[in-house]
């Protein structure tokens, strides 16, 4: 079974940094993308960012732009949010999520979530 696991968030300072990574464990899987959504308590899951495994290419919600850099290894088969210039407002639980399209279907997978607090 494929699962999605996470890990690098912690407690940082306003203005600092964290680098989160995500990678699947189990059996061998291929996702077309990847990416990373977050959720703080009493509001909904937002879109992060996210990175199409082929070629690279990358989206990020206004929120983040210029602050936070998504990228891939593909050897390692491991996705990384670089986080910087943190805002109290980023706090939050990071969740990293992969899509794989089989024909006209796409199949959403889902990890369990690191936790990023920013203190003020």
């Known amino acids: 079974q494929v699962q999605l696991v996470e890990s690098g968030g912690g407690l940082v300072q306003a203005g600092g940094s964290l680098r989160l990574q995500c990678a699947p464990s189990g059996r061998t899987f291929n996702s077309d993308t990847m990416g990373w959504f977050r959720q703080a308590p009493g509001k909904e899951r937002e879109f992060v960012a996210r990175?199409?495994?082929?070629?690279?290419?990358?989206s990020y919600a206004d929120s983040v732009k210029g602050r936070f850099t998504i990228s891939r290894d593909k050897a390692k088969n491991t996705v990384y949010l670089q986080m910087n210039s943190l805002k109290p407002e980023d706090t939050a639980l990071y969740y990293c999520e992969a899509q794989k399209y089989i024909s006209r279907t796409r199949y959403d997978y889902w990890g369990q979530g690191t936790q990023v607090t920013v203190s003020s």
């Open positions: 990175i199409t495994w082929s070629d690279g290419s990358e």
